[in-house]
């Protein structure tokens, strides 16, 4: 059974804290996302690597930043964190060889608040 | 640029009855579709996904959605729901590698 797990279901933050969100998958998958989901805009983009040390920005990279150092782990971090950052954060992973209609596979999501 | 609207942001439905879900796209391309659903604390699964073929296409627990090329179109339905259903529903667009756009999502809610 496919698995993408995330570090912490839920996390709270202080304004200007580094913030580190841990992503790992078991599925062998060259390619992983970090998408930040918000009522109403539904999922957006921040960040994606289509192997290991590679990332691309995706539609809203301010104030992100990420690390692949190991084919399973992806990261995300937020290198001072501000209240505009609370939300959720999903990690997801799919397969390159199959190209766009590969299925993404999700995590369960963290629910980060920054006071 | 490609783009996804979804009508609808809340949809009750009585359990049992009929739903549709809308989604329409933009896109000056070919498209592949997907719908995911979120069932409630978890991350999204894959539902159904249009690739090429046959415009009506099924997924899992009982839901199907139609591709209308010429309406733009890739709603989803199913003709029983169930208590179970009760979660929020995104549909998304692809045309280039790996980069899918997501809708705003829809929260579907079932009724006893």
């Known amino acids: 059974d496919v698995k993408v797990t995330q570090s912490s279901r839920y996390l709270v933050k202080r304004t200007g804290e580094k913030v580190f969100l841990e992503c790992v998958q078991d599925m062998d998958h060259e390619n992983m996302f970090w998408y930040r989901q918000d009522p109403g805009l539904g999922l957006r983009l921040i960040y994606f690597?289509?192997?290991?040390?590679?990332?691309e920005k995706g539609d809203i990279p301010e104030g992100y930043s990420v690390s692949r150092e190991k084919k399973e782990r992806f990261s995300l971090i937020l290198e001072s964190a501000s209240t505009n950052q609370t939300s959720m954060y999903l990690c997801a992973s799919n397969r390159r060889s199959g190209g766009p209609v590969e299925t993404q596979y999700f995590g369960p999501g963290t629910r980060l608040l920054v006071l | 640029a490609q783009s996804v609207t979804q009508l609808d942001s809340q949809v009750p439905v009585f359990e049992e009855a009929p739903v549709e879900l809308r989604c329409n796209y933009s896109?000056?391309?070919?498209?592949?579709l997907f719908w995911y659903v979120q069932y409630p604390n978890q991350g999204l699964q894959l539902l159904l996904k249009?690739?090429?073929?046959?415009?009506l296409v099924k997924g899992i627990n009982g839901f199907e959605a139609e591709f209308n090329k010429s309406q733009t179109s890739f709603h989803l339905r199913k003709p029983s729901v169930h208590i179970s259903d009760t979660a929020e529903y995104f549909c998304a667009v692809t045309t280039s590698y790996d980069k899918v756009i997501f809708g705003p999502g829809t929260s579907l809610s079932v009724i006893p």
């Open positions: 249009y690739l090429s073929g046959s415009t």
């Open positions: 896109s000056s391309v070919s498209v592949y």
């Open positions: 690597s289509y192997d290991v040390k590679m990332k």
